[in-house]
């Protein structure tokens, strides 16, 4: 027998809603009362949580206009009944354990020390493995940026053979992300390279102009004498 869908948000109910979000392959599954929740800006903080560990906080309909890192709703449309069981996870609460951390770092806006240094402390070769797992689940882009940060800022070296494939994938949107897992995780030569030619344009371009634009801040600076010259993202 088939296994019934659950709603992403309760994980209760019966999943019976598809509701569009920013990625066309990633709908949010919902039952109706979260549904109407989500419409209205009136999600409870854990469900504001789940929907956040899958489709990044950065949806329209999750985004922090309208709810806290904690998942409180600011705006909400109807009243929002929160229980004990109902709050979303600290990170004290989750630090130890690898999945529900790593579903934490998703659900931050920006990728801090503190998530970081709790990521530090976990096996690396499994937390590799997670982070691989998890670019492979998701359409969602900012998810998968959110694990090439993580690869960047905490596996180093030991991810090196991932973050190869991925430059060979050449994906345009991963390119500002990828720069940094590249400088953490490759000898300085390789990890420049993918980017020589955008460089290379870039500084002709500045020489015709003085419109000169790189990611702010690219981790190569140093290295090709663009210290101190006005950078700006992809
Ligand atoms: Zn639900």
């Given at each position: 027998m088939e296994k019934t869908a659950l709603c992403e948000?309760?994980?209760k109910n019966e999943m019976n809603v598809v509701e569009a979000s920013n990625e066309p392959k990633q709908p949010y599954h919902l039952c109706h009362p979260c549904h109407e929740r989500l419409l209205t800006y009136s999600l409870r903080p854990i469900e504001w949580y789940n929907l956040a560990v899958l489709?990044?906080?950065?949806?329209f309909l999750l985004h922090d206009d309208f709810y806290g890192?904690?998942?409180?709703?600011?705006?909400?449309?109807d009243d929002v009944v929160v229980t004990k069981r109902g709050k979303a996870p600290t990170l004290q609460a989750i630090r130890h354990d690898l999945t529900p951390l790593l579903d934490f770092s998703i659900t931050r806006w920006f990728l801090e020390d503190d998530v970081i240094d709790a990521l530090k402390q976990h096996d690396q070769q499994k937390l590799l493995d997670a982070v691989q797992s998890r670019f492979d689940e998701t359409h969602h882009v900012e998810v998968k940026s959110r694990m090439i940060e993580i690869t960047a800022g905490v596996l180093g070296t030991s991810a090196a053979g991932w973050v190869r494939e991925l430059l060979d994938q050449a994906d345009e949107e991963f390119l500002y992300p990828l720069s940094w897992a590249a400088a953490s995780s490759l000898p300085v030569d390789e990890g420049l390279q993918p980017y020589s030619r955008e460089i290379e344009i870039r500084q002709r371009k500045r020489k015709a102009d003085r419109s000169f634009y790189l990611?702010?801040?690219?981790?190569?600076s140093q290295y090709i004498g663009l210290d101190g010259i006005s950078l700006h993202p992809f």
């Open positions: 948000a309760c994980q489709h990044s906080p950065k949806q890192e904690d998942g409180q709703a600011f705006l909400a449309e990611p702010a801040p690219f981790p190569f």
